[in-house]
């Protein structure tokens, strides 16, 4: 029989990690625009329409993670919560080593050759579309 607190149970050790690692990511953001190696802006220091722009996206973040779960609850597909879930955790956690990289801390090596491909593929990205 169907419950209606059933929909609402929410999985809170994924939805904390994720939270915490949009906090990592927004800090360590932070800093790598203090230290000038921001790459959104020409100057690589603060924008406020970048900052609320990036501020805006994880809470819409956070905001869709608890609706797929609500979702996944209702239909009771809770593989479709988890793929979320390691999506933005696996997102989230390459921005924060993506930034702390930029700003001179060290990665482990695989991370670090994933973001130079990630690298690679966004500046052939960029280049294909400016032909367009």
């Known amino acids: 029989m169907f419950k209606l607190e059933n929909i609402f149970k929410i999985n809170y050790i994924a939805l904390i990690i994720v939270t915490l690692l949009i906090v990592a990511d927004i800090v360590t953001g932070l800093i790598k625009c203090y ?4 790459e959104k802006t020409d100057d690589g220091k603060f924008k406020s329409s970048i900052m609320r ?5 994880k809470i819409a973040v956070i905001i869709f993670v608890i609706c797929i779960n609500v979702l996944t609850n209702y ?3 809770d593989y479709l ?5 390691i999506y933005y955790i696996a997102t989230e956690g390459l921005s924060v ?3 702390l990289n930029s700003i001179g801390i060290p990665v482990p090596g695989l991370i670090s050759n994933l973001l130079k491909q990630k690298k690679k593929e966004g500046d052939e990205n ?7």
């Open 35 to 38: 230290v000038g190696k921001s």
């Open 53 to 57: 722009q990036c501020g805006f996206k």
């Open 75 to 77: 239909f009771n597909v």
């Open 81 to 85: 919560g988890n793929i979320c879930y």
């Open 97 to 99: 080593c993506e930034n």
């Open 126 to 132: 960029d280049s294909t579309n400016d032909r367009k």
